[in-house]
T-cell receptor
C-alpha cells in the first residue's frame, strides 16, 4: 500500500517557539493531504486540507495564522505551529489519498508535540 | 451532513473472545466505508473497506459488511488476540470529496491474556 511518512515523531519545544512537522508521501503523488489533531482518548479533528500549489483550506475554528500549512510539492506538506503554547500540545497526524483510490486514506505515523 | 456513530468503549475482552464493534452512519449519497486501527503512539492504518452495499471487507480475521438498509458497518472478529488491542475508528467518505473522511469517535479495545 501507499506509504506516508511524518517527521518528527516527537518534539518538545519551549513556549513561544515555532515547530515544523513534515508529511511526505513516499511512493505516490498526493495533490491533497489532510492535517488532523488528536486529543487523548478522542477522535481525529480535521484541521485543514492541504492542496499542492495553493492555499490550504482550514476547518472552522482553526487559526490559519497559528497553524501554517505549506504544500510545495506533490510529495510534501508541512504544518508549522507558530508561537506555540502549552495548549497546542497534542498529537498531530497527516494523511493523503492516493490517486485512483476509493477514498481510503494513508496516514503518517503522527507527531507528538509537547510545549513546555 | 455526514456522520458516523460507533460503539462507545472501552471494550475489554479475554483472548479468543468474539468481538463486535457497532458502527452506523448517515450520509447524503452512497459513501465508501472504512475501519481504521490505531496502535498506541502511532498513526492510523486502514484495516478494511467496503465501497458499495452488501460488500464485505475483510483483513487479518476482521470482517465488516456494508448494510445499506440499516446504514451499518459493524466490525467483527471471531477470536481476538492480545495484539489486537488498539483503537478502532469507523469512517466514511463520499464523492466528490472522497479524501475528506468523516470519522467516528473511536473504540478502544483491550484484549487480556
Amino acid at each position: 500500500g501507499a506509504v506516508v511518512s511524518q517527521h518528527p515523531s516527537r518534539v518538545i519545544c519551549k513556549s513561544g517557539t515555532s515547530v515544523k512537522i513534515e508529511c511526505r508521501s513516499l511512493d505516490f503523488q498526493a495533490t491533497t493531504m489532510f492535517w488532523y489533531r488528536q486529543f487523548p482518548k478522542k477522535s481525529l479533528m480535521l484541521m485543514a486540507t492541504s492542496n499542492e500549489g495553493s492555499k490550504a483550506t482550514y476547518e472552522q475554528g482553526v487559526e490559519k495564522d497559528k497553524f501554517l500549512i505549506n504544500h510545495a510539492s506533490l510529495t510534501l506538506s508541512t504544518l508549522t505551529v507558530t508561537s506555540a503554547h502549552p495548549e497546542d500540545s497534542s498529537f498531530y497526524i497527516c494523511s493523503a489519498q492516493a490517486g485512483g483510490s476509493t477514498g481510503e486514506l494513508f496516514f503518517g505515523e503522527g507527531s507528538r508535540l509537547t510545549v513546555l | 451532513g455526514d456522520s458516523v456513530t460507533q460503539m462507545e468503549g472501552p471494550v475489554t475482552l479475554s483472548e479468543e473472545a468474539f468481538l463486535t464493534i457497532n458502527c452506523t452512519y448517515t450520509a447524503t449519497g452512497y459513501p465508501s466505508l472504512f475501519w481504521y486501527v490505531q496502535y498506541p503512539g502511532e498513526g492510523l492504518q486502514l484495516l478494511l473497506k467496503a465501497t458499495k452495499a452488501d460488500d464485505k471487507g475483510s483483513n487479518k480475521g476482521f470482517e465488516a459488511t456494508y448494510r445499506k438498509e440499516t446504514t451499518s458497518f459493524h466490525l467483527e472478529k471471531g477470536s481476538v488476540q492480545v495484539s489486537d488491542s488498539a483503537v478502532y475508528f469507523c469512517a466514511l467518505s463520499e464523492m466528490p470529496n472522497a479524501g475528506k473522511s468523516t470519522f467516528g469517535d473511536g473504540t478502544t479495545l483491550t484484549v487480556k491474556p
